[in-house]
C-alpha cells in the first residue's frame, strides 16, 4: 500500500554552512555580509514557497528483484545487487520539494538575478537530499524502534553507483509518483527537478559497505557514497580513493 510519508519544511531547511560548502566556500573562509544575506534570502523564499511531499511503499525482496532489473541496463558490478538480497525490509520512496521552487529558480535566473537563483538551487537540492535523509530516518524509527541499533537504513536511487537511469520506468510504474506531482520525461529525468525517488534497504550495517572502486565511480560527480561509508565504517577511506 502506498502511504504519504510527513516532511516538515524545518527538518529539511539546509543551515547556512551547508548552503556555503555546496557552493565551493572553505569552512574557515572569511564570509562577507553580502554572501551572508543572499544565503539568507534564499533559505526564506525556499521556506516560502517549497511545499515537500513524499510516500513510501513497503515490497518484498522478489517484488524489488524486478525493479531492480529494469531495463536490463545495470551495470553487472552494481554494489546494489549484492545488497537488497541481504535487506530485512525494502520500500520504495519519492519526495519532492514542489515545482514552485523550480519555477522561482528559473524565474530569478531570467530576470537576471542569478546569484540569488544559483543559490536557491544549492539551498533546494541540499532539502531534497535532506529529505531522503529523513525518510531514512523515519523508517527506521517506524519499523525498528524497538530492535537492535545495528539495523540501518540507507536511501539507493536510480542513476547512482551502477544502477542504470532507466530504473526509474519501473519505479515510477510500480509505485506512481505521479500522486503527488513528479513526472518522468523520455530521458528518465525527473519533473520537478528537486526529487528524489528510489529504495530504503533496512538491514545489518554490514551490508551496505563496499569498495568504492568501481569503473563508474570514476565518473560520478558526488561520491555521495563516501560519507556513508565513513559513518558505516568508523573510519577514514582516502585510502580507497587511490
Avoid at 14 to 21: I, T
Avoid at 53 to 62: D, M, R, Y
Avoid at 103 to 120: K, P, Q, R, W
Wanted: glycine letters at 8%; one cysteine or more.
Amino acid at each position: 500500500m502506498i502511504v504519504p510519508v510527513p516532511i516538515a519544511l524545518s527538518e529539511i531547511l539546509p543551515g547556512v554552512k551547508e548552503v556555503l560548502k555546496q557552493q565551493g566556500v572553505k569552512e574557515n573562509h572569511s564570509i562577507s555580509s553580502k554572501v551572508m544575506n543572499l544565503v539568507e534570502t534564499a533559505r526564506r523564499k525556499f521556506m516560502d514557497v517549497a511545499q515537500p511531499v513524499g510516500i513510501k511503499q513497503e515490497l518484498s525482496t522478489a517484488e524489488f528483484a524486478d525493479i531492480f532489473i529494469g531495463e536490463g541496463e545495470n551495470d553487472n558490478s552494481a554494489p546494489l545487487s549484492g545488497i537488497y538480497p541481504h535487506a530485512d525490509r525494502l520500500a520504495l520512496f519519492a519526495l519532492t520539494v514542489g515545482a514552485e521552487v523550480s519555477n522561482l529558480i528559473a524565474e530569478l535566473v531570467g530576470s537576471n538575478d542569478i546569484a540569488l537563483g544559483y543559490t536557491l538551487d544549492a539551498v533546494a537540492s541540499l532539502a531534497a537530499d535532506n529529505a531522503a535523509g529523513l525518510m531514512e530516518k523515519q523508517y527506521h524509527e517506524a519499523a525498528f524502534a524497538n530492535q537492535n541499533s545495528t539495523i540501518k537504513v540507507l536511501g539507493y536511487s536510480p542513476g547512482y553507483c551502477g544502477w542504470h537511469i532507466s530504473g526509474q520506468k519501473k519505479l515510477f510504474h510500480y509505485l506512481k509518483p505521479e500522486t503527488i506531482g513528479i513526472i518522468l520525461n523520455d530521458s528518465f529525468l525527473m519533473e520537478p527537478i528537486k526529487s528524489v525517488t528510489g529504495v530504503l534497504i533496512a538491514g545489518k550495517a554490514d551490508i551496505h559497505i563496499f569498495k568504492p572502486d568501481f569503473s563508474f565511480c570514476r565518473v560520478c560527480r558526488t561520491h555521495s557514497c563516501h560519507s556513508r561509508l565513513k559513518s558505516l565504517k568508523g573510519e577514514r577511506i582516502e585510502q580507497w580513493k587511490s
